[in-house]
Nanobody
Framework: QVQLVESGGGLVQAGGSLRLSCAAS????????MGWFRQAPGNEREFVAA????????NFADSVKGRFTISRDNAKNTVLLQMNSLKPEDTAAYYC??????????????????????WGQGTQVTVSS
């Protein structure tokens, strides 16, 4: 059974930092591209960041470029989202997702939530002004 478990969310002041972690089990982690999405109340789920299966390629939403980074450790089956210079508009539930490697699934296609096979339960991030 595949499980993706997010952690690291919390309350932080604007300008602060948080690091989210996603621990994966039940799958061959290195066979999966990984992504982070977020959803604020009343809003649709939106793409935040993605990493290719190897970690050599990454993609970010324009709203987080230069502030967030994504990294993965295939030996530990984890993917991290480092969030710096947080803003109140970053407040949302953050979800980790896994997309099985496919030859025609490029890094920029990973912005589409429909490309993902598995999802975590989410972790809440709240940024106060």
């Amino acid at each position: 059974q595949v499980q993706l478990v997010e952690s690291g969310g919390g309350l932080v002041q604007a300008g602060g930092s948080l690091r989210l972690s996603c621990a994966a089990s039940g799958l061959t982690f290195s066979n999966y591209n990984m992504g982070w999405f977020r959803q604020a109340p009343g809003n649709e789920r939106e793409f935040v960041a993605a990493s290719s299966w190897s970690g050599s390629s990454t993609n970010f939403a324009d709203s987080v470029k230069g502030r967030f980074t994504i990294s993965r450790d295939n030996a530990k089956n984890t993917v991290l989202l480092q969030m710096n210079s947080l803003k109140p508009e970053d407040t949302a539930a953050y979800y980790c997702a896994a997309a099985r490697f496919r030859l025609r699934l490029g890094i920029f296609s990973l912005g589409d939530a429909d490309k993902y096979d598995y999802w975590g339960q989410g972790t809440q991030v709240t940024v106060s002004s």
